[in-house]
């Protein structure tokens, strides 16, 4: 277990916001992750953030506590699992694309929908990361983990993790209980594209990929096309990607919307019904779009001039200009459709 005092978070968050914290702990298997479940009990006084890559996370200020964190490195283990199906086994700290590109060169499917989507293999399973019609929940099987309070190392099935759209137990009443060391996903040796979300079949047929002889690499490679046409590089201009999660709503809401704004952008989200009741998901980017925030900036943050989702670091804002911006576009949107949009990212 590696521990540093008084380190910048700078290159652990994709915003790009230089905060400190006061004490950086990075924990590099699962005896260093029991090691770091001790100092954190020894240290209960003092407030505790669990890190990833830091690519849905917005710092406000400078973190006075603990920031603990699996090493970033890339260690995977593949087992049949009998049925057709290979169980892959990765370590918290591997980056969650460099996993799927490996899944998809060595014939294991499932994940290719998911294709460039930043962070790591940890906070997939806290995030129930998703994209293009597709979720980690869709092959996530359990996760590996350390309790905080006991030290006790454990596996929590996926079905115990209550996942949802953007939701977990890791979100809520299971927030910094645990230290996340490995996460399994059973994938298929059998390739069943999903093509029926977004743009995806415009840009097979852009391309001339006929899907009756569709591989999962042109299909990774296609989903990465499409992300980098509309998302910003954080290299080149912070962003902790899709800011804001896509509303849900009821059958009369989703009426009452329709009626007033008849080129309303949805999707069914058969997911989210509560009982029997019909439910929809309205983007979140067609809502601040509309509310004409493409484009614009306050400050020194942004709306990225592609995609309405992306809130963007233009050079030299602090956390709380972005913070700002997202209560303008709140408001604006609460105002013309009377919505509330939540944030996706994390903001501490």
């Known amino acids: 277990m590696k521990i540093q005092q008084h380190y910048s978070l700078l290159h652990h968050n994709t915003f790009g916001m230089d905060q400190q914290c006061d004490e950086y702990l990075e924990f590099t298997s699962t005896a260093d992750a029991v090691a770091a479940s001790a100092y954190i009990r020894e240290h209960a006084d003092r407030p505790l953030l669990i890190l990833g890559g830091g690519s849905n996370l917005l710092l406000t200020h ?18 049949a699992d009998g049925k057709g199906n290979t169980l892959l086994r990765c370590w918290a ?37 998703g994209a293009y019609g597709a979720e980690a929940k869709d092959t996530l099987t359990s996760v590996e983990a350390v309790e905080i309070a006991t030290g006790r190392q454990v596996t929590i099935p ?15 009443e299971w927030r910094d209980k645990y230290l996340i060391t490995w996460v399994v996903y059973r994938l298929s040796s059998v390739f069943s594209p999903r093509l029926d979300y977004g743009n995806i079949r415009r840009v097979l047929e852009e391309d001339h990929i006929a899907v009756d002889t569709l591989t999962a690499q042109q299909l990774r490679d296609a989903i990465i096309r499409i992300r980098q046409a509309k998302l ?46 019909k439910h929809y998901k309205i983007p979140a980017g067609w809502l601040i779009d509309q509310c004409g925030w493409k484009g614009k900036q306050l400050g020194r943050a942004g709306v990225y001039e592609k995609q ?7 050079g030299g804002a602090t956390g709380k200009d972005v913070v700002a911006l997202m209560h303008a576009i709140q408001a604006d949107v609460r105002e013309k459709f009377g919505l509330e949009l939540k944030p996706e990212v994390n903001i501490r």
Do not use: W
């Not at 400078?62 to 087992?79: K, L, N, T, Y």
């Not at 499917?109 to 990361?129: D, F, K, M, R």
């Not at 309405?308 to 670091?313: E, S």
């Open 62 to 79: 400078d973190f006075q506590g603990i920031v603990v964190s699996p090493e970033q490195r890339f260690e995977v283990h593949a087992e």
């Open 93 to 129: 700290g591997c980056t969650f694309d460099a996993v799927v590109a490996y899944a998809v060169a060595h014939q294991m499917y499932g994940l290719e929908n998911l294709s460039l989507i930043p962070g790591q293999c940890g906070a997939s399973a806290v995030q129930n990361i």
């Open 158 to 172: 996926a079905e115990d993790c209550e996942y949802a759209y953007r939701q977990s137990r890791f979100k809520h």
């Open 232 to 277: 910003p590089d954080p290299v080149v201009l912070g962003n902790g990607g899709s800011f804001f999660m896509n509303p849900i709503v009821d059958v009369a809401t989703f009426e009452r919307l329709k009626a007033e704004h008849p080129d309303l952008r949805y999707f069914d989200a058969p997911d989210e019904q509560q009982g029997s009741e």
């Open 308 to 314: 309405a989702l992306v809130l963007v670091n233009l």
